[in-house]
Each structure stands twice: as C-alpha cells, then as structure tokens.
C-alpha cells in the first residue's frame, strides 16, 4: 500500500460527481497524493456518461469502479472531500484525518430531458467539478488548503 497521503472524495452512490473528482485530481495532483473516491451506498457501476465526458477531456476513467467508503476506514486518509449533501451528513471521521470539505454539485446521474440535454448536464458539472478542484489543487500544490 501506498504511503501517499489520502485525498478520499465522496459522494452517496459514487457513480459519477466523485469519481469525475478523483479523476480530475489524479491529473492536477499527480504523483504526490493517493486519489480515491467511494460512496456512503455505492452504485456498483460508474455512470457511462461520466466516463464519456472526462474522455472528452483526456481523462480515462473507464477502469474507475463503485466503491463503498467503508473500504477506507482503516487507512490514513489525510482529507476527505464531500460532493453532495447526504455523504457530508454520512461521512464518518477516519483516523488520523487532518482535512475536510465539502463542495456540492448537482447530481448528473438524476437528469431529465432528451439524451443531447442530459450529456449536456453532465458536461456542465464535469465543468464545474473541474474549476472548483483545480483551484483547490493549485492551492494542495502552494501548500495552502482552502477552507469549505
């Protein structure tokens, strides 16, 4: 096992907000940390229109899979991050935890409209999931950690 501090980003079902995430902080941070994503009740599956999306950013999630949070209980997790409301409410502390935060968005897996609006949703939080951990990797790498 890595001796990589721990960035853990959650969310309930782990299918989309945290693993577009973990993806996109696995770029911004590099080798310097351990990225992980789980879910407080994990889908089992990564949405496939997650996976399309951060392709079309050259990121390569497709091999990423649904994992319960409780997996990481008995790592040095150094931060945890929250992406939605109910894994904020569920996230347990873990042992040795120094950092937590919480940055909601939108849940893309519960859009509605036609498959063109849908994707459209989901390009829209990618975007946004994209700006808000890339400001707070920027800030990871200066040795700063932002307050949520």
Do not use: W
Request: hydrophobic content about 40%; some cysteine.
């Amino acid at each position: 096992m890595s001796s990589l501090p721990i960035i853990l980003v959650l969310c309930t079902g782990n299918s989309c907000r945290s693993h577009l995430a973990e993806g996109i902080l696995k770029v911004e941070l590099g080798d310097s940390f351990r990225i992980e994503s789980a879910g407080s009740k994990p889908a089992g599956y990564v949405h496939p229109l997650a996976i399309q999306v951060m392709k079309e950013i050259g990121i390569d999630i497709s091999m990423n899979h649904s994992k319960h949070l409780d997996e990481f209980l008995e790592d040095q997790v150094e931060t945890v991050i929250t992406v939605c409301g109910n894994a904020d409410q569920a996230c347990p502390m873990f042992p040795g935890q120094v950092n937590r935060h919480h940055f909601p968005f939108d849940d893309p897996a519960h859009f509605e409209g036609s498959e063109e609006e849908v994707l459209q949703g989901f390009r829209r939080v990618r975007d946004e999931i994209r700006a808000v951990f890339h400001a707070y990797a920027s800030g990871r790498k200066d040795g700063f950690v932002p307050a949520s």
